[in-house]
């Protein structure tokens, strides 16, 4: 395992373990890895929890409408496929407006493909992301306990 390259998240549901792709996404693999050294993720929830889809976290705010007080990153767009698994940054209209929120697809999402930056996978604690309250937003939402990189933990 290359720990500079894996996240050790904690979710309220159980630990996950995310392998980082900085072959894919150099520049958003160090934006996640620098917010999650700030601490920026800690009890961050997921505000948009789509069964069969995905679920998206990463605003501060919660409400899906914010980010960090970092700039906006470049597209890494990639011949990637979105599958289950997949850690991929949320964005607006804009394909250059990705900063802080990401998601974790539930299930094949190819049709993102191209479009959105993928910088990870689940490698291990699928189930824990499934377990997470589902809703747009959940009533009581999941919550990032905490996000590492394994090299500081």
């Known amino acids: 395992m ?7 998240v904690e979710l309220e549901t159980g630990p996950v373990k ?18 999650a050294r700030e601490g920026f993720y800690d009890g961050v929830v997921f505000h ?3 069964p069969g889809f995905m679920a998206q976290g990463g605003d501060p705010t919660g409400t899906g409408m914010s ?19 997949v850690c991929s940054m949320a964005r ?19 049709f993102l493909d191209g479009q959105y930056t993928v910088w990870g996978v689940v490698s291990e604690g699928m189930d824990n992301v499934d ?12 919550k990032i306990v905490s996000m590492k990189v394994a090299a500081d933990a």
Do not use: M, Y
């Not at 290359?2 to 050790?8: C, F, I, P, Q, V």
């Not at 470049?74 to 990637?80: I, L, V």
């Not at 607006?92 to 190819?110: E, H, K, L």
């Not at 997470?132 to 939402?141: F, H, I, S, V, W």
């Open 131 to 142: 377990a997470l309250p589902k809703g747009e937003p959940p009533r009581n939402p999941g």
């Open 2 to 8: 290359d720990l500079e390259n894996t996240l050790l």
């Open 92 to 110: 607006t209209a804009n394909p250059n407006s990705a900063n802080s929120q990401f998601f974790i697809c539930f299930d094949d999402a190819t």
């Open 18 to 35: 995310i392998t980082l792709r900085p072959d894919l996404a150099p520049q958003h693999v160090a934006r996640i890895k620098e917010l």
């Open 48 to 50: 948009r929890v789509i």
């Open 67 to 85: 980010g960090s007080d970092k700039p906006n990153l470049p597209a890494e767009f990639s011949k990637e496929p979105h599958t289950r698994g």
